[in-house]
């Protein structure tokens, strides 16, 4: 981890911002660090050791109330769930850097919003998402939208690639489009108050992570025993 640790990093502070509860940490993640991450992607791709980067996957990431003929509009990209315990495309080091960073910006939303979470938290795995010119999530959708899903607490979102134009993140009842940074991470809550999207690339390429900070889910079968 200390290798992420340069100079560029000592000598400039994380810039905080926050609006309708999305908060904004530019200089969250050192330049390097993307750059790392966006390498062992296509470095993986290119010999074939990529996984989980499959259609059913992709497919399986959108909303399954929406018509299958529509599905090509809503969503165009690459996507993939990591586990840091068991890929082989994103080394430990680089992992438990970006998490260490991420756990700072957390910590920091928690405190401008007087946040108290009883109980553990997880996130034991993330997505990684290439998007290319004309590509993205165009839907409206929002992170807790399956009842599987309902243990999302808050979401995060690290831009580690970003186009010349586009590409914005949209949150639809905050009328707020955020501009994708280099290492600018994304904190906002996982419910249907932050309904979002992503608009396309009109020049150049996005790569990005996302991922959920979650509860620990209840099994009511099992309550009482």
């Not at 905080?16 to 330049?31: A, L």
């Amino acid at each position: 981890m200390i290798l992420y640790l340069t100079n560029e990093r000592e000598n400039q502070m994380m810039k905080e911002e926050y609006k309708d509860f999305i908060g904004i940490y530019d200089e969250s993640i050192p330049t390097k660090l993307c750059d790392e991450f966006v390498k062992n992607y296509e470095t993986a791709k290119k010999n074939s050791s990529i996984i989980d980067l499959s259609e059913k996957n992709v497919t399986g990431m959108m909303d399954t109330s929406s018509h299958p003929s529509s599905r090509v509009l809503d969503r165009k990209d690459e996507g993939m769930f990591v586990a840091p315990l068991l890929s082989s495309i994103y080394p430990r080091p680089p992992v438990d850097a970006y998490f260490g960073f991420l756990t700072k910006c957390f910590k920091s939303y928690k405190k401008r919003y007087s946040i108290e979470f009883g109980g553990a938290l997880y996130n034991d795995v993330f997505k990684i998402h290439k998007v290319r010119k004309s590509e993205g999530y165009h839907r409206w959708h929002y992170e807790k939208g399956n009842s599987s899903d309902i243990d999302r607490i808050m979401v995060y979102m690290t831009y580690l690639e970003v186009p010349k134009k586009g590409g914005e993140t949209e949150f639809l009842h905050q009328s707020l489009r955020i501009d994708p940074v280099v290492g600018r991470t994304l904190i906002w809550p996982a419910g249907y108050t932050h309904m979002h999207r992503g608009l396309m690339p009109l020049d150049g390429e996005k790569m990005y992570i996302t991922g959920w900070i979650t509860g620990s889910k209840i099994n009511f079968d099992d309550a009482g025993k």
